[in-house]
């Protein structure tokens, strides 16, 4: 078949190429031409069907009633000349070369495809700017989008903006920046230089716009940042702001705390800005060099972490100083965990190693493995960990340290994520530490499908023990979910405590005179910070062992749990007796099985290292 004559179906005919070409060239095309555009002067021949096939605006404009459907000569007075030939061409062919142009007159096509609502071609202009953005053209840019109302290139700009923010207040385009454009800038706590810079760079600004009042944005300059020095010498020799401006901002500098103080910092989103690459060093701390270096699979008992000594007083801890001030909203920290051991620690933050605020508090908790820490954006220079407790030693030993800014979508409350996916999982640090199985953490694997007699869960003997889930650091639970022990008709009763740091303890749960078999999902309130989850069993109607298979908080919504069919239990078919009677029953006893803490926990010879 000739590749001119494609079927693609077979049935359906493609010759969109043809039809793209015809119309293509009737581009500046006498033939058929009903109406004249006249821009800068220029006459262009058009077609009024095509026009208004490609444009809302056209379509108004030629069919709508107005006087101008009635000429068949139009004058588009708004329309840059340069831009408009650009556009033309897109509308007959859908083509359109960007690299060939001036960005000048790229910004006036963009302009044009706002005005006659061509918004793929404003998104493609958009993907290209945001490839193109440089110290020169940045300040253009920036004032087309907030004109156009183009929320993407907008904050593309404010992002490269906010890097670059002392080339961009040094650049002349920096002058030509609308007032909007400059008030939106100016108010980011992320549009981060020297306040003096900015407030100078204000200063030209206003001098090369007279005819703009620049009160308004003078008021968006931070004062209170700029030293007592350079106010007095320079901001008040401008006559630009008044005395007694200038006096609240000293007294705001000597009186005010200095974590009230309204500071700027550096964004970058998603990368950790607590590495050497970025200036990031430990200033205190006992072998402060591995805490950075991002290896987070080399260490043992004599390296690979950082660790300062446990004390009433809380004198020591382990200091980190950014390489710049930086906007973090999340830290990801490794406590030590080649044993069971946990910790208990708080994070401060502060500018000046004089005014510390408290941003985690994890003193009451017992924390451990990788912490997932969320907390309110804040501007910080200096970190500080402070652990208060080892449940083994008086040492307090973090293998690897990261902060960053990043878009999460975490709730908190109180200083605790609430979180909404499945956090009893061994990626997020839970772990199994009382219980009986063949696996360790088998509870905790998500696999809900393959169990038997044998394998697949985890137990205890009634009257003796528990199921012991222990999470990496408290979060904030309201429900939870698990799934009871099912290939036969058996049912079980149990309770489910939970706490903080498993000396106080609270019921969320009493089944013990509930008959409960396979999926179990359990709601409790007020919601509550928990670490450690003990579920007990205390009847089966079977034997005297509480079988458990799956375990996870919060409880996720899985519709295949919940529905079962009279003839199966779980996942599993109910055996008939004849068959029952071939396979031999889940252990009488917990004895039977192996205890998870004799296999893989290893020797507690090592414990005191410190």
Request: with cysteine; charged share 20%; aromatic share 10%.
């Amino acid at each position: 078949m000739s590749s001119h004559h494609r079927l693609n179906p077979p049935g359906d005919i493609e010759h969109i190429n043809h039809l793209s070409e015809d119309i293509g060239a009737l581009y500046l095309s006498d033939d058929c031409s009903d109406v004249t555009l006249i821009v800068g002067g220029q006459r262009f021949n058009g077609h009024k069907i095509i026009l208004a096939a490609r444009s809302q605006y056209f379509r108004a404009l030629l069919f709508g009633g107005l006087k101008e459907s009635t000429q068949s000569e139009i004058e588009l007075k708004d329309a840059n000349l340069a831009a408009f030939k650009g556009l033309l061409e897109y509308i007959y062919t859908g083509r359109m070369s960007l690299t060939d142009r001036r960005e000048e007159v790229v910004l006036d096509i963009l302009g044009l495809a706002h005005l006659y609502g061509f918004s793929e071609l404003e998104s493609a202009i958009s993907d290209y700017l945001k490839e193109i953005l440089d110290i020169k053209n940045v300040c253009p840019i920036l004032d087309a989008a907030l004109l156009y109302q183009l929320d993407f290139l907008t904050r593309v700009c404010h992002e490269y903006m906010d890097k670059h923010a002392c080339q961009v207040i040094l650049h002349e385009s920096f002058l030509q920046l609308s007032a909007a454009a400059l008030n939106e800038l100016i108010v980011r706590d992320s549009f981060y230089a020297e306040e003096i810079d900015i407030y100078l760079a204000v200063r030209a600004w206003i001098n090369a716009n007279p005819e703009v009042d620049g009160k308004s944005v003078l008021d968006k300059v931070r004062l209170s940042l700029i030293s007592i020095t350079d106010l007095l010498h320079t901001v008040r020799s401008t006559n630009l702001v008044s005395p007694e401006a200038i006096l609240d901002a000293i007294a705001a500098r000597t009186q005010i705390r200095d974590s009230e103080l309204n500071y700027r910092g550096l964004l970058v989103v998603d990368e950790n800005v607590a590495h050497p690459v970025h200036g990031a060093q430990v200033l205190q701390g006992e072998m402060r060099s591995y805490l950075l270096d991002g290896d987070t699979n080399n260490y043992d008992m004599e390296r690979g972490y950082t660790r300062h000594t446990i004390t009433e007083s809380q004198e020591h801890g382990i200091l980190i100083k950014l390489g710049t001030q930086c906007i973090i909203n999340h830290v990801k920290m490794l406590l030590w965990d080649k044993d069971m051991r946990s910790y208990s620690y708080y994070l401060e933050v502060s500018m000046n190693q004089k005014d510390w605020i408290r941003i985690i508090d994890h003193t009451q908790y017992f924390c451990r493995s990788w912490q997932y820490l969320y907390f309110e954006p804040r501007v910080v220079l200096y970190i500080r960990i402070v652990g208060t407790h080892n449940t083994v030693n008086k040492v307090f030993h973090v293998v690897n340290f990261e902060a960053y800014f990043t878009n999460h979508t975490e709730k908190l409350l109180n200083g605790f994520v609430v979180p909404t996916r499945n956090v009893a999982t061994m990626d997020r640090s839970a772990t199994v530490t009382e219980g009986v199985c063949r696996t360790r953490n088998a509870l905790l694997n998500g696999n809900t499908l393959n169990y038997d007699w044998d394998n697949g869960y985890t137990c205890h003997q009634l009257g003796s023990g528990s199921i012991l889930v222990q999470l990496g650091q408290p979060y904030i639970i309201d429900s939870m979910r698990l799934l009871l022990w099912d290939c036969d008709d058996r049912s079980y009763s149990y309770y489910i405590e939970v706490s903080g740091n498993s000396w106080t303890w609270v019921l969320v749960a009493d089944k013990t005179r509930d008959a409960c078999r396979s999926w179990q999902t359990i709601h409790f309130e007020p919601p509550r910070p928990v670490v450690f989850i003990r579920i007990v069993g205390t009847h089966n109607t079977a034997n005297e062992v509480f079988h458990c298979v799956h375990f996870e908080c919060p409880a996720q919504i899985n519709d295949k749990s919940v529905i079962k069919s009279p003839t199966h239990r779980g996942t599993h078919p109910i055996p008939s007796d004849t068959a029952l009677s071939l396979i031999p029953p889940p252990p009488e006893t917990a004895t039977e099985a192996v205890n998870i803490d004799q296999e893989e926990a290893g020797s507690d010879d090592h414990n005191g290292f410190s």
